[in-house]
């Protein structure tokens, strides 16, 4: 069973503060968003393999450790995935980047595809799937499974806020996948929107609302 790490460090539960404010900027917001990124990021990536490796200091020789090379892709659900990559690539700038097109159909809150480009390796890749917000689970949960019948194997999924409607439904379709969450919130609203959550993510860090 795969878990779900809530990523209580101060740093990332001050600026997912800001990003609640109704009145905080477009500007504002996708800093923020893209500095969280980067934090989860960092935690996220904690299990990475090393290895030792002989190297010459100005003193002496000695061993140190090196990632084992290991490929990674980035993979935004569009649009507001999107605003997550900077920060992801600020701590791994070697990943491949692919993009998986997403909306959700605002009656029937079904996903709707739109768009799907991966790395032609993205089978032998560890895969990070960002999406600021997990709600029904919809969205996630048909993003990872095209990952999949792709050829993926190692997938992390990365949001901000999720509401625990949208975890159980991962772990229920996805067993396999770990969850990283900056803030588990407390319920989905009539409209399908995480409550307290901020509203709509991607509106919010385009400016399309
Ligand atoms: O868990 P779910 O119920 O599927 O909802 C979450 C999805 O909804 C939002 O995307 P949206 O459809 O608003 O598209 P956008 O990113 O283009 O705004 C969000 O960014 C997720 O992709
Ligand atoms: O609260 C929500 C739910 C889905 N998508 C968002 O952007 N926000
Ligand atoms: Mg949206």
Redesign the pocket.
């Known amino acids: 069973m795969a878990r779900t790490v809530i990523m209580d460090h101060p740093l990332i539960q001050h600026k997912i503060g800001i990003i609640r404010k109704k009145d905080t900027s477009s500007k504002e917001f996708r800093e923020m968003i893209s500095e969280i990124a980067m934090l989860m990021c960092y935690e996220a990536t904690r299990e990475l393999p090393l290895t030792d490796v002989e190297i010459e200091t100005p003193i002496c020789k000695t061993t140190v450790k090196e990632l084992e090379g290991k490929k990674m892709a980035v993979v935004p659900?569009?649009?507001?995935?999107l605003g997550m990559v900077e920060g992801m690539l600020a701590m791994i700038p070697a990943a491949k980047i692919g993009h998986i097109g997403?909306?959700?159909d605002p009656e029937t809150?079904a996903?709707v595809e739109y768009y799907c480009k991966l790395p032609s390796d993205i089978a032998s890749r560890e895969v990070f799937v960002t999406?600021?917000?997990?709600?029904?689970?919809?969205?996630?949960t048909?993003a990872i499974t095209m990952l999949k019948e792709k050829g993926a194997k190692k997938i992390h999924f990365m949001c901000i806020i999720a509401?625990p409607e949208?975890i159980e439904k991962m772990h229920e379709v996805h067993p396999d996948v770990d969850v990283f969450v900056g803030a588990l919130d407390d319920h989905l609203n009539e409209h399908?929107y995480i409550v307290p959550g901020l509203g709509?993510?991607?509106?919010r860090i385009?400016g399309?609302k």
């Not at 709509?200 to 509106?203: I, P, R, S, W």
């Open positions: 659900i569009l649009r507001a995935g997403l909306y959700r809150l996903p999406d600021p917000m997990l709600a029904t689970g919809g969205s996630a048909a509401s949208g399908g709509d993510a991607g509106d385009f399309t």
